[in-house]
């Protein structure tokens, strides 16, 4: 039987850290992006005397965005930017390729990171009771951008939970995926219309009765152009490069993980650690050692890689022995 040493000649011109110095890290603040009608509403808010609250809901939206990006970096996959909006912060896109399943835990994590800040505000004040002045409008902030979002409304992450629910139960039906996915996004949108009526009704009824409230008409728009937007637009995430070149200058331990071939790329990502440079032992069905994969060639592997789900073994430049 004859193995190849080093699979991997191909992809080292995919990977710029094989130079002798990596590009230079990307500016953080780059990271955010400020929507020309932010700096409007913003103005609006600094003239009616509630400034304060308009930057504590974008901190709030901001965290919200922050533990998406956490999530997809589960899957490999690394936040580029953060909108800021009029009202709340937006990552443009969606991560195309990923299962359904993933896409509900991605989408469950902004929600559900806002439900733990109000929690820990509410445990803090039976601590503390005098500190409910100075944060009930932070934990009421969080409760609320937790609770509009869980809406099954798409694009708000209820409608991304909804929609990959959906999938599921049509995948259990049909084994074609991308007509699961087809009957979920016409479901979503009906129901991300029928709560578009709901609100312009509501603001109708409000401004019948000389009490109108703007947010309820500007919510509504939002959900009408995300339903009907360009899902199919490429997402503002990239795949993450964890070569190690910068640490390999100055020294690194070394961390053997064994794996099978079957083994799944995103799965390699929780040996991944800052302290060692990770060498996986690729084996075959049998135990049979057959390869050694760095964590360099795996960052250029991955960036090959149609979907975080491909068996090692596909990713590969030559195919495995039998």
């Known amino acids: 039987m004859s193995i190849r040493k080093n699979p991997f000649k191909k992809h080292e011109r995919q990977n710029p850290c094989r130079s002798s110095s990596c590009p230079p890290r990307k500016n953080p603040f780059r990271l955010f992006r400020l929507h ?13 005397g509630e400034l304060f609250l308009f930057l504590l809901c974008a901190l709030v939206a901001i965290q919200h ?8 970096a589960k899957l490999g996959y690394k936040l580029n930017a953060i909108v800021l909006m009029p009202f709340g912060a937006v990552i443009d896109g969606d991560l195309r390729g990923i299962s359904a399943k993933d896409e ?37 902030t969080s409760l609320s951008i937790a609770l509009v979002n869980i809406l099954p409304a798409y694009p708000l992450d209820g409608g991304r939970i909804f929609k990959g629910l959906l999938t599921r139960l049509f995948l259990k039906k049909h084994p074609d995926a991308a007509r699961a996915e087809r009957r979920a996004d016409g479901v979503c949108r009906i129901v991300t219309f029928s709560f578009c ?3 312009l009704l509501t603001f109708s009824l409000q401004c019948a009765s000389g009490n109108p409230n703007p947010s309820l008409l ?17 997402a503002v995430y990239s795949r993450l490069d964890f070569s190690f070149q910068n640490a390999l200058q100055r020294g690194v331990e070394i961390r053997r993980v064994a794996v099978s071939g079957n083994c799944p790329i995103k799965d390699v990502f929780r040996f991944l650690s800052r302290d060692a440079f990770l060498v996986l032992e690729v084996y075959d069905e049998k135990q049979r050692r057959l390869c050694e994969v760095t964590q360099t060639e795996l960052s250029a592997l991955f960036a090959a890689a149609k979907t975080p789900y491909e068996p090692l073994q596909n990713l590969l430049s030559a195919p495995f022995p039998l």
């Open 104 to 140: 509900i835990f991605v989408a469950v994590c902004g929600p559900l990171c806002n439900l733990l800040t109000a929690v820990f505000f509410v445990a803090l004040w039976w601590i503390a009771p005098t500190l409910y002045a100075f944060t009930d409008v932070a934990c009421y």
């Open 218 to 234: 500007f919510f509504s728009v939002f959900l009408l152009v995300g339903a009907l937007g360009n899902r199919n637009k490429a």
């Open 65 to 72: 965005e922050c533990a998406h990006a956490f999530a997809a």
């Open 197 to 199: 009526a709901l609100f």
């Open 36 to 48: 020309p009608l932010f700096l409007l509403v913003g103005i609006w808010y600094a003239l009616t």
